[in-house]
């Protein structure tokens, strides 16, 4: 079936992690055209980035510089749009519902001309959109992707987000009784938002399995010094006294840490002074994706010690396949629905039970169950999910034009 898609993104497209909008629409390119809207950067991240740009944001593109509208070729041979829109005020800061949603309104007005612009150049007029954790601009764009078809794609707790505190949870309540169709990455996230639209599905999160299964590593052939890994954010999901407790429980094995730690946070930093303390805890800071194979390649077992709350529950966290497709034994907490993966990974309810089957695994693990959990991965690949959503737009397109 002939459309286009247009994402409508929160993930900004430069980065040097894996976010899961871009892999499902870089594989959605796969099938068909997609047009990316970037995020929205403010008039304040344009100014800081002239000076100072760590994250290589498109400043001149932004600016209208140089043309907004770009053509990317992808890793997998197909083409994406990307457009960078112009910048906005910055509004989040506003509590004030009326004065946030008269600026909102501003701000949107000038990201549908640049879209509206965009569509025009690539002779789009048949489209759906995917609304990808953007509920604001979601609302604020509503009215000029009409008729077509809109979804909503929930891959996070909004209310769990410090830059969405004073708005987002109303604001994508308000959002998803407007669109036609929600996709949500999890089982959490498919209880939780199920109140607000009976249409709902779930595209759950994949694994780069050719990259992350270059880390595989038969444990006969790993060194004899035992490695505890975690790949991630270090931020208020940690249950911290699993780490202290692996630390103190296995002096003679290193635990390695690589993640960005949000220590500009006070409780985060209360928690991760003092495991830096700690001779056999490394802390070794975000790397980008491809650096992560060196360490998923010494690593013996990979680690999930997430505490249990509403914010974790709606997790399906893209590190379990990561951890799988390298062939490594998961001890994770019980933070959420997991028993898809069966007997593949080790569910923890307690600091004890943790322990005990990270000791399981150091002692028990072989080279044929390696190969097991590679297959799973295989399963689960980012291909995959984008075949499964590509599926899913086409039942709605076929759905909702048979009722034009």
């Not at 499902?24 to 800081?48: I, N």
């Not at 759950?204 to 444990?219: I, M, R, S, T, Y």
């Not at 490394?282 to 998923?296: D, I, N, Q, S, V």
């Amino acid at each position: 079936m002939e459309f286009d898609v247009v994402c409508v993104a929160f993930p900004s497209w430069e980065g040097d992690y894996v976010k899961s909008t871009i892999q499902l629409m870089s594989e959605l390119a796969a099938h068909r055209r997609v047009l990316y809207v970037d995020y929205q950067y403010t008039v304040k991240d344009v100014v800081q980035a002239i000076f100072k740009n760590p994250f290589h944001i498109p400043v001149s593109r932004i600016l209208g510089l140089k043309k907004r509208l770009r053509n990317i070729t992808l890793e997998n041979g197909a083409t994406i749009y990307v457009l960078s829109t112009p910048p906005v005020l910055p509004i989040n800061f506003i509590k004030k519902v009326p004065l946030f949603e008269k600026l909102l309104r501003f701000n949107s007005f000038w990201q549908a001309r640049a879209i509206q612009r965009a569509l025009k150049d690539l002779n789009s007029k048949n489209y759906i959109v995917v609304n990808a954790f953007n509920p604001s601009y979601g609302i604020g764009l509503y009215d000029n992707f009409k008729p077509h078809i809109q979804t909503y794609y929930c891959y996070d707790e909004i209310g769990a987000s410090y830059w969405a505190k004073d708005h987002g949870p109303r604001l994508e309540a308000q959002y998803m009784k407007m669109v036609d169709h929600v996709i949500v990455s999890s089982e959490g996230l498919q209880n939780t938002k199920k109140p607000f639209n009976n249409h709902i599905d779930t595209v759950k999160n994949g694994v780069d399995f050719e990259l992350f299964h270059k880390a595989f590593v038969p444990l006969s052939q790993k060194n004899a010094k035992k490695k505890i890994g975690y790949i991630g954010t270090i931020d208020q999901r940690i249950d911290y006294d699993i780490l202290k407790q692996l630390a103190l429980e296995f002096p003679d094995t290193e635990i390695i840490i690589v993640g960005r730690v949000l220590d500009d946070m006070s409780e985060v930093k209360e928690q991760t002074d003092p495991l830096r303390a700690i001779s056999n805890i490394r802390f070794e800071g975000a790397k980008p994706p491809t650096a992560l194979m060196e360490y998923l390649k010494e690593f013996h077992i990979g680690i999930i010690p997430f505490v249990k709350n509403e914010q974790t529950a709606a997790i399906y966290p893209m590190k379990i396949n990561e951890y799988l497709a390298a062939g490594l034994g998961v001890v994770a907490t019980d933070f959420a629905p997991l028993s898809e993966f069966g007997e593949a990974i080790h569910v923890s309810t307690n600091t004890a039970d943790f322990i005990q089957a990270v000791k399981d695994l150091l002692e028990k693990d072989s080279d044929h169950k390696q190969l097991a959990r590679v297959e799973i991965a295989k399963q689960n690949s980012w291909q995959q999910r984008g075949v499964q959503l590509n599926h899913l737009l086409e039942t709605l397109y076929h759905k909702y034009s048979s009722q034009v």
